[in-house]
């Protein structure tokens, strides 16, 4: 080394001031962001829709408690689990924690009390338990959701007087048994087999080969005392189809069953909180009256009555209450995406690299185009409403929207840089426990499957009784086919009726071509089925197509209903955003003509135009979501002090 | 609105010592903003630090028609918490005494708050027909467990020893060695609190609570299980439970207080305090002055007015609350009180800059 670079090392010179200016300040977005645009509770309570107080109130009791890993950072209280914990201890705690919400009078009325109200409030709860950690739902749900819904729906009065009170006191501990190792989406291919033995009047539930095991059962691991188990129901030698059994797998001091054998599932990627359990049957004998009946039942003598006659309906009656699982998903995959941004948003209107002059101050994240580019589409891809939807529909937003999650984790994990790679950030470490939501309850390229499949099935059937189109949006079929404009200016593309026009479009133009494409391969002697399979790309545009259309609609029926003011304005510029990201992204636009290459370019500089619209909203929308400090990361807010020395 | 006579103000070099002599503080204000003071003192002369705002005042206002003029007596003092919680500054309080709701307010945002063994802290608003204003929705929510809801909505009192131990307070120092301490603290020549706090902690001590106490164990299991519930019913019918098991003293106190307090004022508390749990300081502050100017309008419930009569006028202790029952406290009823109020601002807080670490994390 030259001596004048040691001397310069061991005396600076004189001109370098090191005083504290050059060192890095924090500024809390509230800062620089000034007034919010909107009232903050206001769209909340539009973004939430119901039980904002029961939320809160919920927030408070998880807050407020050590079993909840309370932890003060920079000043502030944290609350997440500790991940860092072994796959036991988590799990261990993940059952304390419910038992804690329990005694707080959380799950009061979740089976016992009907009604819209009840539904909602429950819903509510459960959507605040998911945002401090995955784990502790994907055990209610399959608690509540699951067993304690199957009891009610497919069950009689006997089975609900003895089963839902315990259930709701967690004096028994459900799970659902459905999938085995060698079928998941395919239901209808389980192995599992049942029998009747009317000398003794039971059931005896058998697992057949090591491919018939039950697999990735829910509590299964540890707790869960009762199951209601899916399986094949032979009678007399004739295969019935999937019928549904109640059997008790463990007895209260948590010992195993006698001919029921369980493994562990073991350490999983993500949702440690909840252990999943494997079963194997050996000729498990229960009561006749274990047979959920209300939708077929067995005589004391062996006789099977069904109310059903089709054994496919007979299994679509069953699956039926399932799909409540499906909206839940879909919600708690929106409110996964809302915590990664909120922190992202937050951090990238605190966080600054590189100026834009010679020794300027450096640029915010958030100021630059391309982060903007990033994160605000995603913010308005999180903001429709998910509570309504019917099951077709449900089917694609399931999929649509936990794909929607994962991606815009990623993004906001990369939009954080090196710090969101900490656990306590909590961006990272949500992928590892929401990832599952893509490929469960119906892997989601299934379930887009049976979205198209079921609008064939619509079409071809209006088209052959000439009757018009009713039911699943597609009324604006009916009408002549809409006629684009070729010069989109920056008004029309912020156009509802011109945004509907294209989404119907694209949606119509999507089914005819599909059930077009699907009649000329079976005009040549292929099976219906097959047909399907060989237009999988067409299908998977039209689910698309259809699932964000319905969603465009969910966006369009909010702002209907708002007066107008600064609220309206807002969600507005938020539905354009929606709109036009979605025409952005989909090939389908050029690769069918709905529009010109000049057109594509307007939508793309119009998304821009919008993101810099959007920016000076981004922390109120985010604030909007309701999420206490408490549960978003330490890099949400003071990230240097979080890191001081003082701090360690 | 206040006279220098009424805050005596000692020069020790860089250190400001006020001493209040009236239940007013807002002097406090000009000495914050002299950069050459490094520290503030805050102490109380007599038997009192500070036993809360002049509410007798501000009742004979609204009485005469004029409830702006409480409401104005209302926004300076809210301010000045907002200052004392976002100052770059020390403020050192010695609550050598009673401190009481507004005396709270001076006091518990400050950085340090030292109590000894003649503190007597409470916040009794809702026996008032008020509710704990002042930041309380800030900083009872922020005590461990449910033990704000206990402290705010039966006006408990705590002495130095449970102040500290909930946190309330940070350091304990007998009386006798107050003066002492004084002096010590004078000589401090830097804004960065750890001198300060270095010197508290050589002074302070950490006294065993009475026996008596709410906050052993037992007694903060009870407060945890019953003050957790959702509605204000909740919370009694939860106490009247355990009462049913077990009898003791400190139960029929608690359930006691409860049935003396307003019925409408325990019900914005509650609303209050779990509100401000999920907020910053600010918003906390300017949520209450909506809420006080609510109160004092009246056009919910009067017990504002009625209880200050019952309690401090004519000191009869028989408030005629309406409503009477908690049931007729309706829940449209209580949000109203947290709505903007029509013809009056919200409350402008001063826009703060390079606030230290520990006011950013308040906000």
């Not at chain 1, 004096?171 to 291919?189: A, D, I, P």
């Not at chain 2, 209302?74 to 009673?98: C, H, P, R």
Request: aromatic share 8%; hydrophobic share 40%; glycine share 8%.
């Amino acid at each position: 080394f030259s001596p004048i670079t040691y001397s310069d090392h061991l005396s600076p010179p004189s001109n370098l001031s090191l005083t504290r200016d050059v060192c890095l300040q924090y500024s809390p977005p509230e800062e620089l962001n000034g007034s919010y645009g909107f009232e903050i509770k206001e769209m909340r309570k539009l973004l939430d829709g119901h039980n904002v107080e029961e939320r809160d109130w919920l927030y408070g009791l998880m807050m407020q408690s050590n079993l909840f890993n309370r932890k003060e950072r920079g000043g502030k209280i944290f609350v997440s689990p500790d991940y860092n914990q072994t796959m036991e201890q988590q799990r261990e705690v993940t059952m304390k924690r419910i038992w804690y919400l329990l005694q707080k009078g959380v799950f009061k009325g979740w089976l016992t009390e009907t009604g819209p109200d009840a539904e909602q409030k429950k819903f509510a709860l459960y959507e605040v338990c998911g945002i401090y950690d995955y784990s502790i739902i994907a055990k209610l749900g399959v608690h509540f959701l699951l067993w304690g819904n199957a009891v009610k729906f497919f069950g009689t009065k006997r089975h609900d007087d003895k089963w839902l009170k315990d259930t709701e006191d967690y004096v028994v501990k459900g799970c659902l048994v459905m999938t085995e190792l060698g079928h998941g989406s395919n239901v209808k291919g389980i192995e599992t087999v049942t029998t009747y033995d009317p000398r003794t009047g039971e059931f005896v539930i058998n697992t057949p080969c090591e491919s018939a095991q039950k697999y990735w059962i829910g509590e299964a691991a540890n707790y869960a005392t009762h199951a209601i188990v899916i399986s094949q129901l032979n009678i007399n030698g004739t295969n019935q189809g999937i019928h549904v059994f109640i059997a008790q797998i463990r007895d209260q001091d948590g010992n195993i069953c006698p001919n029921i054998r369980i493994a562990d599932c073991g350490h999983k990627i993500g949702l440690n909180g909840v252990g999943n359990g494997r079963i194997w049957f050996d000729n498990l004998r229960i009561p006749r009256d274990y047979l959920l009946n209300s939708v077929a039942n067995v005589s004391s003598d062996g006789q099977y009555v069904s109310a059903i006659k089709n054994p496919d309906q007979r299994f679509g009656a069953f699956l039926a209450p399932l799909t409540a699982g499906r909206v839940t998903i879909s919600s708690s995959a929106i409110y996964s995406a809302k915590l990664g941004l909120a922190v992202a948003i937050r951090y990238s209107l605190s966080r600054r690299a590189f100026s834009a002059v010679d020794n300027g101050p450096e640029v915010l994240l958030l100021d630059y185009p391309s982060h903007q580019r990033r994160l605000l589409p995603l913010l308005a891809k999180t903001t429709p409403e998910t509570n309504k939807a019917i099951h077709v529909v449900s089917s694609g937003f399931k999929a649509v929207l936990t794909w929607h999650n994962m991606r815009t984790l990623q993004e906001c994990r990369e939009a954080c840089g090196g710090q969101s790679v900490k656990t306590e950030n909590r961006v990272g470490h949500l992928k590892g426990d929401y990832d599952v939501q893509t490929t469960f309850e119906g892997d989601n390229n299934v379930l887009m499957q049976q979205v198209s499949k079921a609008l064939f099935a619509e079409y071809v059937s209006c088209k052959k009784r000439n009757k018009p189109f009713k039911g699943l949006g597609l009324e604006h079929m009916n009408s002549s086919r809409p006629v684009l404009p070729t010069q989109l200016t920056s008004s029309t593309l912020r156009c509802s009726q011109f945004q509907k026009n294209v989404f119907s479009l694209r949606e119509r133009d999507l089914l005819e071509r599909y059930t077009s494409e699907v009649a000329q391969l079976q005009g040549r002697g292929e099976s219906r089925e097959f047909s399907f399979l060989l237009n999988h790309q067409l299908s998977e545009d039209l689910s698309r197509a259809f699932t964000e259309k319905a969603i465009l609609q969910t966006f369009l029926d909010a702002e209907a209903k708002i007066r107008a003011g600064s609220i309206k304005d807002v969600l507005g510029l938020v539905r354009s955003m929606y709109a036009l990201i979605c025409l952005e992204e989909d090939p389908s636009l050029l690769r069918y003509g709905y529009l010109s290459r000049d057109n594509v370019g307007d939508v793309r500089r119009e998304v821009s135009k919008l993101c810099g619209e959007l920016r000076p909203h981004a922390l109120a929308l985010v604030t909007s979501f309701g999420i206490p400090d408490a549960f978003l990361g330490p890099i949400a807010f003071n990230w240097v002090d979080v890191n001081a020395w003082s701090s360690v | 609105m206040a006279s220098h006579s009424q805050v005596l103000v000692e020069e020790k070099s860089s250190v400001r010592i006020l001493t209040l002599n009236r239940p007013k503080q807002l002097n406090a204000l000009s000495f914050h903003m002299d950069p050459s003071v490094k520290l503030v003192i805050l102490k109380g002369q007599g038997r009192a630090f500070c036993a809360g705002g002049d509410v007798s005042a501000v009742v004979h206002d609204i009485r005469q028609g004029n409830w702006r003029l409480g409401a104005n007596f209302f926004s300076d003092e809210y301010m000045l918490n907002y200052v004392m919680a976002t100052y770059s500054k020390a403020q050192i309080s010695i609550l050598d005494g009673i401190v009481m709701g507004g005396g709270a307010g001076v006091s518990v945002h400050g950085r340090f708050r030292i109590a000894t063994e003649n503190t007597v802290f409470a916040m009794p608003e809702t026996a008032l027909g008020l509710f704990p204003d002042v930041g309380a929705s800030y900083f009872l929510s922020r005590l461990p467990g449910f033990f704000g809801e206990y402290v705010g909505l039966t006006g408990a009192r705590l002495d130095g020893a449970e102040m500290l131990a909930c946190g309330l307070a940070t350091h304990f120092v007998p009386s006798a060695r107050l003066t002492a301490l004084e002096a010590d603290l004078s000589r401090v020549d830097s804004t960065d609190p750890t001198f300060a706090s270095t010197i508290l902690d050589g002074y302070t001590q950490h006294p065993h609570l009475k026996q008596q106490s709410a906050y052993h164990r037992q007694v903060l299991d009870v407060i945890d299980k019953c003050f957790s519930g959702r509605t204000v019913e909740e919370i009694m019918c939860a106490l009247e439970r355990e009462a049913s098991h077990e009898a003791d003293d400190w139960i029929l106190a608690t359930i006691g207080a409860l049935k003396k307090a307003s019925p409408a004022s325990l019900k914005i508390s509650l609303k209050s305090i779990r509100e401000g749990r999920l907020q910053g300081v600010g918003q906390c502050l300017i949520r209450e002055y909506r809420m006080v100017c609510h109160v004092m309008k009246g056009e919910i419930s009067n017990d504002f007015v009625e209880g200050c009569r019952a309690i401090l006028i004519d000191k009869d202790k028989k408030p005629k609350w309406e409503p009477w029952r908690l049931e007729d406290m309706k829940d449209s009823m209580v949000e109203h009180y947290f709505k903007r109020v029509e013809g009056c601002e919200d409350l402008k807080l001063p826009a703060r800059k390079n606030l230290p670490a520990s006011a950013i994390a308040k906000l």
